[in-house]
């Protein structure tokens, strides 16, 4: 318990995060579609640009992960999650200010300029910072509870969004987006490193001690220059997934769940919008079912001090592998059974498959977790991300096409939810995959690319950078 009350400040800062980013989602849609075909069910436009949005923002992050992930590793995840937590405000506030058709574009521009530098990114950096600060043996348990803030983030978000006006909205997620970048800064603290300083340096210069001198005895700078040399290749990436087989079977399932994810993402609200007429507060109810039933698999009855999620209670009885596999099976079978929706009570109905559908994620990242050391956490999860990120490129060019077709007037055959179901099939790949994760908790040492110093450094300076 004194573990996990560290992380006290990081788990109020992902929770005023997330609650500013939720807050929004229901209203989304309803601006697009009134911003570009107002008066209408139905509107390829508003499903080709979100699709369009989120495969550019996903060509980011695939870039963008593994190198924030890597520099925190090097600089500290304060000093990393400023950035995300501060830009964020910027959409928000385009939308707090006006909704009309010009704000609209601008909001679509910065909105994807600046997720493709940030999404994600906050939730790479705080599963990161857990790792940093609990013990192995209480990292599922650490994972479940801050998947169990962004839960709760999500009902409060949720409900803010049903009983608030579009334009409060986003005026008030605005505000709590700042509120939260001055937290983060005030009260979150990095861990200290092994020599007792803390995990941070300075990102545009690296300063060799005086120990290793160098020449006449003054200290050699290293630019920033020598620091993008450590930045992560796609060899390192490579190299990462080639050190344990269970990382890469973990990846491969994070690919395939992120497909499924992205497609409905950029897919199931314009299926409701046109199946069953959805609106902000339909949306913003559903949300707050799915959002209920995610905290319900986190938070349970306390039985002790120490079991205060549901993971913790099953994990000592349940693999996390066969927890990851239950979670992707039930997650199919939801949306296929979405994708045959006869009434609109349905969506409401399986939104209950939530509660066993959370647990894929923390399970994922503790599972890759646990097969590299405590100091390249940031490494490992910045690679799962940027993994999930190229899903998330691929399903909007797969699937909004798709949706858009058979929302049409004229669809190849009567089947709306077509491109669901094929959502489904990704899922259940994903499922397929999870099987074979075999139990491999042994660490495995990140190969990483030399770094070439300076003439003027000397080798034994350049064996104290490696």
Same mark, same amino acid.
């Given at each position: ?33 009134? @911003?570009?075909? !107002? ?15 989120? +495969? ?30 501060? =830009?964020?405000? *910027?959409?928000?506030?385009?939308? +707090? ?15 994807t300029l600046t997720a ?17 600060? *609990? ?9 479940? =509870?801050?998947?169990?803030?962004g839960s709760a983030a ?48 300075? $990102?545009?210069?690296? *300063? ?23 930045? !992560? ?55 707050? *079912? ?14 002790? !001090? ?5 993971? !913790? ?37 399986? @939104? ?16 890759? %977790? ?16 940027? =993994? ?5 490129? $691929? ?23 077509? %491109? $669901?179901?094929? $959502? ?12 074979m994760i075999t139990a ?27």
């Amino acid at each position: 318990m004194e573990e996990l009350a560290e992380l006290g400040h990081l788990f109020m800062t992902v929770f005023l995060s997330t609650l500013s980013a939720i807050m929004v989602v229901p209203a989304i849609t309803d601006v697009t579609m009134e @911003a570009l075909c !107002p008066g209408v069910d139905e509107c390829s436009l508003a499903i080709y640009l979100s699709g369009f949005q989120q +495969a550019v923002i996903g060509v980011g992050t695939v870039v963008m992960m593994p190198l924030i992930g890597n520099l925190s590793d090097r600089y500290g995840r304060k000093a990393l999650l400023t950035f995300p937590i501060t =830009i964020s405000i *910027i959409p928000l506030a385009t939308l +707090a200010y006006s909704r009309s058709t010009e704000f609209f574009y601008a909001y679509y521009i910065l909105r994807t300029l600046t997720a493709m530098l940030s999404e994600g990114s906050t939730n790479c950096l705080a599963l990161a910072y857990v790792a940093d600060n *609990i013990s192995e043996s209480k990292r599922t348990s650490a994972f479940g =509870i801050l998947a169990g803030v962004g839960s709760a983030a999500f009902v409060f978000g949720t409900l803010a969004a049903r009983f608030l006006s579009t334009a409060l909205a986003f005026q008030v997620a605005a505000v709590l987006s700042m509120v939260a970048a001055v937290y983060m800064r005030v009260f979150l603290k990095d861990k200290l490193s092994e020599t007792g300083h803390l995990l941070a340096q300075p $990102i545009l210069k690296q *300063i060799v001690s005086n120990d290793d001198e160098v020449g006449d005895g003054e200290s050699c700078v290293l630019t920033n220059k020598v620091a993008f040399k450590a930045f !992560p290749s796609v060899g390192d990436l490579v190299s990462l997934l080639r050190t344990s087989v269970t990382f890469s079977q973990a990846a491969i399932v994070t690919f395939f769940n992120s497909l499924a994810e992205g497609g409905l993402q950029a897919a199931m609200m314009y299926y409701l919008k046109a199946r069953f007429q959805f609106s902000k507060n339909q949306y913003a109810d559903l949300m707050l *079912i799915v959002g209920l039933a995610g905290m319900l698999s986190q938070v349970s009855i306390m039985v002790t !001090p120490q079991q205060l999620v549901l993971m !913790p209670l099953l994990a000592p009885f349940v693999a996390e592998q066969k927890l990851l596999s239950l979670g992707l099976l039930v997650g199919c079978a939801n949306t296929v059974v979405l994708s045959v929706a006869w009434s609109n009570w349905v969506p409401y109905a399986t @939104a209950v498959f939530t509660v066993v559908v959370v647990l894929v994620t923390p399970c994922l990242r503790s599972i890759a %977790s646990k097969q590299v050391g405590s100091s390249e956490q940031g490494k490992a999860q910045g690679c799962l991300s940027g =993994i999930g990120s190229i899903g998330s490129i $691929i399903s909007p060019l797969l699937f909004s096409p798709l949706t858009a077709m058979f929302l049409s007037e004229k669809p190849p055959f009567d089947f709306p939810g077509f %491109s $669901i179901l094929c $959502i489904g099939f990704m899922t259940m790949i994903a499922f397929i995959q999870s099987l074979m994760i075999t139990a491999d908790h042994h660490h495995h040492q990140i190969p990483t690319h030399k770094i070439d110093c300076s003439d003027r450094l000397e080798a034994s300076s350049c064996d104290h950078l490696r």
